[in-house]
């Protein structure tokens, strides 16, 4: 299991905002909703596009895939309608130091 990544400030991430950060080679999506922080894959569970490239609804607290137009509840990563039906992994979120951290915990 890795250290915790810095991601950015948390001043960087207000809500509605995205911040990707690495762990490794996992590519990390850290959403603020609602002042509240989530991190999943960067990784759609489709066919492994960046997430990231898509759309976050800081309403409906959704990521949608640009590529083929899946969603996700970007706070546990499930599917919400196809193409995509498994979820994208959850990783945990802290915030110390006035910044934003995560880890990719498998
Ligand atoms: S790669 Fe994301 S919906 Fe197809």
């Not at 990707?20 to 894959?41: C, H, K, Q, R, S």
């Not at 898509?54 to 309403?59: E, I, R, V």
């Not at 949608?64 to 994208?88: I, K, Q, S, W």
């Amino acid at each position: 299991m890795s250290d915790w990544i810095r991601v950015c400030a948390t001043d960087e991430l207000l809500p509605g905002e995205t911040a990707v950060a690495w762990d490794g080679d996992t590519p990390i999506l850290v959403f603020n909703y609602d002042g509240d922080y989530y991190a999943l894959e960067d990784r759609c569970s489709h066919e492994d596009f960046e997430l990231s490239a898509g759309s976050f609804d800081a309403d409906e607290a959704t990521i949608e895939c640009t590529l083929h137009g899946a969603r996700f509840d970007v706070r546990d990563g499930r599917a919400l309608c196809a193409p995509a039906y498994a979820p994208v992994p959850k990783f945990p979120v802290k915030v110390e130091d006035g910044a934003v951290w995560t880890r990719d915990d498998r």
